[in-house]
């Protein structure tokens, strides 16, 4: 896209070609952690999440 001339119609279609693969990856990667979840529900009984604060870990590991 950045030999194409500012303005010109096949900037415009390089752009929404270059936009159309961006939301195709994005797609992708939504579809994978929707499947991933809900297999992960479907295996599980309870499911747990815990935050880390991970520079507090760090600090806390060099002493």
Do not use: W, Y
Request: hydrophobic share 30%; aromatic share 2%.
């Amino acid at each position: 896209m950045s030999k194409k001339a500012q303005g010109s119609i096949n900037r415009n279609r390089a752009r929404l070609a270059v936009s159309k693969v961006h939301e195709k990856i994005a797609r992708c990667r939504e579809d994978f952690l929707h499947k991933l979840s809900r297999k992960l529900v479907n295996e599980n009984q309870v499911l747990a999440t815990h935050r880390h604060s991970l520079p507090r870990q760090c600090k806390s590991c060099d002493r």
